[in-house]
T-cell receptor, first 114, second 115 residues
Framework: DTAVSQTPKYLVTQMGNDKSIKCEQN?????MYWYKQDSKKFLKIMFS???????INETVPNRFSPKSPDKAHLNLHINSLELGDSAVYFC?????????????FGPGTRLTVL | AQSVAQPEDQVNVAEGNPLTVKCTYS??????LFWYVQYPNRGLQFLLK??????LVKGSYGFEAEFNKSQTSFHLKKPSALVSDSALYFC???FGSGSARQLTFGSGTQLTVLP
């Protein structure tokens, strides 16, 4: 009964490769997010999708491309991976229309670029 | 700009003692404030949030937080700490409207409860 799930949990790859991280939520939420947590544990929003529409796109290299096939899924594709992309990536979801909707987070994907 | 600050990178407390993890905020308008906890190699878990109303908010695992508008603070508290409370704690502020809502997180505070 996992609420927000991500695959894979760990991802080790070489510089220059292309990789994808998948996220699924079964909470019935209509908004999903990607966050990046760096080596100092600092969390920063990357993208937000509402009903499959891109809402927030922070200053992120265009090598990162989110894709939302439906409301329950938000995948993150990364092209030409660089060493600095090594981080933990968290997916989250929430329900719009509430005054202070709570975001629920997935377990994270630890990406290591060699 | 909306922001939160967690002035302490590390807080140590003895088991059974009260704990406080500090958070101050800077927002325009009414703040929506959150506390999350992150255990090692895990995702963030929601603890509690302040929207409006009672300044003392109760959350999961016996945690509570006090909203203080005059001091722009939202400190996390627990009357009696457990070793299992040792984790990384994040304060966050929600801003934006409609579907363009996002959370801005503080830098995190590592809480260590000593047996």
């Amino acid at each position: 009964d996992t609420a927000v799930s991500q695959t894979p949990k760990y991802l080790v790859t070489q510089m220059g490769n292309d990789k994808s991280i998948k996220c699924e939520q079964n909470l019935g939420h209509d908004t999903m997010y990607w966050y990046k947590q760096d080596s100092k544990k600092f969390l920063k929003i990357m993208f937000s999708y509402n009903n499959k529409e891109l809402i927030i796109n922070e200053t992120v290299p265009n090598r990162f491309s989110p894709k939302s096939p439906d409301k329950a899924h938000l995948n993150l594709h990364i092209n030409s991976l660089e060493l600095g992309d090594s981080a933990v990536y968290f997916c989250a979801s929430s329900q719009a229309g509430r005054a202070a909707d709570t975001q629920y987070f997935g377990p994270g994907t630890r990406l290591t670029v060699l | 700009a909306q922001s939160v600050a967690q002035p302490e990178d590390q807080v140590n407390v003895a088991e059974g003692n009260p704990l406080t993890v500090k958070c101050t905020y800077s927002v325009s308008g009414n703040p929506y404030l959150f506390w999350y906890v992150q255990y090692p190699n895990r995702g963030l878990q929601f603890l509690l949030k302040y929207i409006t109303g009672d300044n003392l908010v109760k959350g999961s695992y016996g945690f509570e937080a006090e909203f203080n508008k005059s001091q722009t603070s939202f400190h996390l508290k627990k009357p009696s700490a457990l070793v299992s409370d040792s984790a990384l704690y994040f304060c966050a502020v929600r801003f934006g409207s409609g579907s363009a809502r996002q959370l801005t997180f503080g830098s995190g505070t590592q809480l260590t409860v000593l047996p």
